[in-house]
T-cell receptor
Framework: SQQGEEDPQALSIQEGENATMNCSYK?????LQWYRQNSGRGLVHLIL?????REKHSGRLRVTLDTSKKSSSLLITASRAADTASYFC??????????FGAGTRLTVKP | ETGVTQSPTHLIKTRGQQVTLRCSSQ?????VSWYQQALGQGPQFIFQ???????GRGNFPPRFSGLQFPNYSSELNVNALELDDSALYLC?????????????FGSGTRLTVV
């Protein structure tokens, strides 16, 4: 079963705009991670935020975590056509696995 | 530092057959996790191996089995293939002993069962 759920399912923006994706999860976590996947290939790790952190930055990426609401958001600033991909949040679970949501499909139009 | 490599990249099998997928983990990583990703869905956890022992299992039947070798490479075996087993199979390695929990994924094996 999936732990995280991303919202929206699909997002289409123009190059240069910001993109915001949200993730909600059900159980307590130790950390939450965001991954990117291009065209059904392998996932690329973007950023990890621990449960005791509220915000984290990496280049054009900004991730927030609200453990009281069991939610996280990923903001991509000044988007580029190369950011077109599916984005997944993943949370750790009790049996040592990372549980992924169904993803947000981001399309950045040039 | 090498990444995670998976073989083969594509595979077509007939229903009822058996298949073995292979994964070489990133150098220095001792944990391997396998995921099944159906088209348009997120990856579903199959199982994880840590230092050659199964360290967690998702909601998959026993016909999905695995191995991890002393060099931390891994195999995923699926017996009695069903049409619904058609998916992208992803392998990911990590090393939680180093306090880092991010996964490095391979490019996957696309399995088609006909």
């Amino acid at each position: 079963s999936q732990q995280g759920e991303e919202d929206p399912q699909a997002l289409s923006i123009q190059e240069g705009e910001n993109a915001t994706m949200n993730c909600s999860y059900k159980t307590s976590i130790n950390n939450l991670q965001w991954y990117r996947q291009n065209s059904g290939r392998g996932l690329v790790h973007l950023i990890l935020i621990r449960s005791n952190e509220r915000e984290k930055h990496s280049g054009r990426l900004r991730v927030t975590l609200d453990t009281s609401k069991k939610s996280s958001s990923l903001l991509i600033t000044a988007s580029r056509a190369a950011d077109t991909a599916s984005y997944f949040c993943a949370t750790d679970a009790h049996n040592n696995d990372m549980r992924f949501g169904a993803g947000t499909r981001l399309t950045v139009k040039p | 530092e090498t990444g995670v490599t998976q073989s083969p990249t594509h595979l077509i099998k007939t229903r009822g057959q058996q298949v073995t997928l292979r994964c070489s983990s990133q150098s220095g990583h001792n944990t391997v996790s396998w995921y099944q990703q159906a088209l348009g869905q997120g990856p579903q956890f199959i199982f994880q191996y840590y230092r050659e022992e199964e360290n967690g299992r998702g909601n998959f039947p026993p016909r999905f089995s695995g191995l991890q070798f002393p060099n931390y490479s891994s195999e995923l075996n699926v017996n009695a293939l069903e049409l619904d087993d058609s998916a992208l199979y992803l392998c990911a390695s990590s090393n939680p002993d180093r306090g880092y929990y991010g996964y490095t994924f391979g490019s996957g094996t696309r399995l088609t069962v006909v």
